[in-house]
């Protein structure tokens, strides 16, 4: 019998900002493969747990793609042995890491998984700090990026990156031609998640010039996440019911 992965965020480093599910899933776990940006404070509570842990963080010199391979291999070896494996990422998996490939690649080879967000440091490690990201008279956007990259990437990112957007609902359509009239274009994937993480969760993907009939259409009512950008396409791969069940 085939196991389970769990891909986990493990937050920004304090045990405390676990998430109950994260617990949940670390509880259920038969061997936890942990990366470099997970807490120390986390290895040690897992280590009192009585957990079998694997070491599978990357070094800043190391050829990022070969590590991943190993570790998707990994990944679908242990479950293929009917164990319940955590994949136990710093922050939040979808952030700046591989949890997306790691989920693609579960999900071309038939392997139960389940993506468990976590506390992103993107938004914590300021607010620990007294650091509001937005504010009603300072600032109503934050843009995220890498260090890895140069400035020039970060003036594109409007263009070329992911774009996130709160309470966009009732604006969608103005939104959308505003951005094919600044040059993203019209086909650019897009997708609604309304009352995300909820039981009545709804997804709806599209693109520039169309998401905004659809959601219409669809009797989009509740709270609203808009994701733009190429990433979105990912989502059609992993999230295939047949294996992408609940804790």
Not at 13 to 30: C, H, M, S, V
Not at 81 to 109: M, S
Not at 153 to 169: D, K, P, Y
């Given at each position: 019998?085939?196991?389970?992965?769990?891909?986990?965020?493990?937050?920004?480093?304090?045990?405390?900002?676990?998430?109950?599910?994260?617990?949940?899933?670390i509880?259920e776990?038969?061997?936890?493969?942990y990366?470099?940006?997970?807490?120390?404070?986390?290895?040690?509570?897992l280590?009192?747990?009585g957990k079998e842990?694997?070491?599978?963080?990357?070094?800043s010199?190391?050829?990022?793609?070969?590590?991943?391979?190993?570790?998707?291999?990994?990944?679908?070896?242990?479950?293929?042995?009917?164990?319940?494996?955590?994949r136990?990422?710093?922050?939040?998996?979808?952030?700046?890491?591989?949890?997306?490939i790691?989920?693609?690649y579960?999900?071309?080879?038939?392997?139960?998984?389940?993506?468990?967000?976590?506390v992103?440091?993107?938004?914590?490690?300021?607010?620990?700090?007294?650091?509001?990201?937005?504010?009603?008279?300072?600032?109503?956007?934050?843009?995220?990026?890498?260090?890895?990259?140069?400035?020039?990437?970060?003036?594109?990112?409007?263009?070329?990156?992911?774009?996130?957007?709160?309470?966009?609902?009732?604006?969608?359509?103005?939104?959308?031609n505003?951005?094919i009239?600044?040059?993203?274009?019209?086909?650019?994937?897009?997708?609604v998640i309304?009352?995300?993480?909820?039981?009545?969760?709804?997804?709806?993907?599209?693109?520039?010039?169309n998401?905004?009939?659809?959601?219409?259409?669809e009797?989009?009512?509740?709270?609203?996440?808009?994701?733009?950008?190429?990433?979105?396409?990912?989502?059609?791969?992993?999230?295939?019911?047949?294996?992408?069940?609940?804790l």
């Amino acid at each position: 019998m085939v196991g389970k992965v769990y891909i986990v965020g493990a937050g920004p480093g304090d045990p405390e900002l676990l998430t109950i599910k994260a617990l949940r899933a670390i509880e259920e776990a038969d061997v936890i493969l942990y990366d470099r940006l997970v807490g120390d404070e986390i290895i040690e509570m897992l280590k009192r747990m009585g957990k079998e842990l694997i070491y599978v963080g990357k070094n800043s010199n190391e050829k990022g793609g070969n590590r991943q391979r190993e570790i998707n291999e990994m990944l679908r070896k242990l479950a293929e042995e009917g164990k319940i494996v955590v994949r136990l990422k710093g922050g939040d998996p979808f952030v700046f890491g591989r949890g997306g490939i790691e989920a693609e690649y579960l999900a071309e080879h038939g392997i139960p998984f389940e993506v468990i967000p976590g506390v992103s440091s993107i938004n914590s490690v300021p607010a620990s700090a007294g650091i509001p990201l937005t504010h009603p008279e300072l600032s109503s956007s934050i843009l995220v990026v890498t260090g890895k990259d140069g400035v020039e990437r970060w003036c594109e990112s409007i263009l070329n990156g992911t774009l996130v957007i709160l309470m966009g609902r009732n604006n969608i359509k103005e939104i959308c031609n505003n951005l094919i009239r600044a040059g993203r274009s019209p086909d650019t994937p897009i997708a609604v998640i309304e009352n995300g993480t909820l039981k009545n969760q709804r997804v709806f993907f599209g693109t520039l010039k169309n998401i905004a009939d659809i959601i219409e259409k669809e009797d989009v009512t509740g709270p609203t996440l808009i994701v733009v950008g190429e990433v979105v396409n990912v989502a059609k791969k992993i999230v295939n019911p047949k294996i992408f069940s609940s804790l």
